[in-house]
């Protein structure tokens, strides 16, 4: 189990610019959840990742996983149990190594490195096998370096690295708003299809509010750093878009009109 436990972060503290991101959050996610998260901009969305993530220290409040405390454990020791997919697909992986470099790096996070060599007859088998089962041929293409891939290719590659080692909870940054709508479906379906095979622990943040109620058991709505909406199981199942942003705008104390088809 996840917990954020009163979390807040402020940037900027005690400047003109002054920003509190996140306002006492408190959540628990239960191992197996699949937790979507929208809201508007600005939010706290991609924050609240970034804190999970190890981004920063919070000005208050504590991180727990599986009852271990993680508030001050820094990014690079929990890459080693969580894996992150960006919004940009240049992101997360080494455009000047091969595709099989890429993954042996995937393959050993966190762990000890010696001096062997790099990637291994066995590892090559393995990483083949891997890129098969997500169609787009480069299974067949190792030695090609990741910087001539297309950016719903390195995208899918992101997305394959960040799982390989099955992290206990895996963090999905709007990772299909900058691909055209056939390869975002194409890496959705990927997601999906990873997320329930291996029973990885998921937040994925989203303006697609399609895809909010259409993925996962469980949603979330931040508003100004705070958790106003926090919906599962039939109740989720049963919701429509129009029933969601009339929710929205009925806690901003808003009239909903159904010209505001967009979280902005």
Request: aromatic content about 4%; glycine content about 10%; overall charge positive.
């Amino acid at each position: 189990m996840l917990v954020l436990d009163r979390i807040v972060k402020y940037f900027h503290k005690g400047g003109v610019n002054e920003v509190l991101a996140l306002n006492g959050v408190s959540l628990e996610v239960e191992k197996g959840d699949f937790i979507t998260i929208i809201g508007s901009n600005g939010a706290g969305k991609s924050t609240l990742l970034t804190g999970v993530a190890g981004g920063f220290l919070p000005d208050s409040g504590r991180l727990l996983l599986d009852g271990e405390e993680i508030t001050r454990l820094p990014e690079h020791r929990r890459a080693k149990f969580i894996g992150r997919v960006f919004q940009d697909p240049l992101l997360g992986t080494c455009a000047s190594m091969t595709i099989e470099q890429n993954m042996a790096l995937a393959q050993r996070r966190g762990l000890t490195r010696g001096l062997a060599a790099g990637v291994k007859a066995g590892d090559r088998e393995f990483f083949r096998a891997q890129l098969a089962q997500i169609g787009l041929g480069l299974e067949n293409r190792l030695h090609d370096r990741v910087g001539l891939l297309s950016g719903g290719q390195r995208q899918s590659l992101t997305m394959l690295m960040a799982t390989m080692a099955e992290p206990r909870v895996l963090l999905l940054d709007e990772h299909t708003a900058a691909l055209d709508p056939k390869t975002a479906n194409h890496i959705l379906e990927l997601t999906e299809r990873i997320v329930r095979e291996r029973r990885l622990t998921t937040l994925m943040v989203t303006h697609n509010m399609n895809q909010a109620l259409a993925l996962g058991n469980r949603l979330i709505m931040l508003h100004r750093g705070e958790i106003i909406l926090d919906i599962r199981g039939a109740e989720k199942e049963n919701l429509r878009v129009q029933d969601l942003l009339a929710r929205f705008y009925a806690i901003k104390g808003e009239t909903f009109s159904s010209d505001k088809m967009l979280l902005v």
